[in-house]
């Protein structure tokens, strides 16, 4: 392995290894692209109760966080 390809799997492992920024970050960035959506107008998908639910624009992001996080 070289240098170049050592530190970016060095700087991957320390994002890894911080598990609660890992998810945070993440919830950032799917907050962000929902957000996105629905200003655009644009309906998003969830897979709920064994079947792919279709969410309108109007109620993306009407659940409370801690609703979202259990989906």
Not at 22 to 33: D, E, K, N
Not at 51 to 63: A, G, N
């Amino acid at each position: 392995m070289n240098n170049k390809n050592r530190l970016s799997h060095d700087k991957i492992s320390k994002i890894f290894s911080d598990s609660v920024g890992l998810t945070q970050t993440l919830q950032s960035g799917i907050y962000t692209a929902l957000l996105k959506h629905k200003q655009a107008g644009n309906a998003v998908c969830e897979w709920k109760n064994e079947q792919v639910v279709w969410i309108s624009p109007e109620k993306i992001l009407e659940k409370s966080d801690e609703q979202i996080d259990e989906s």
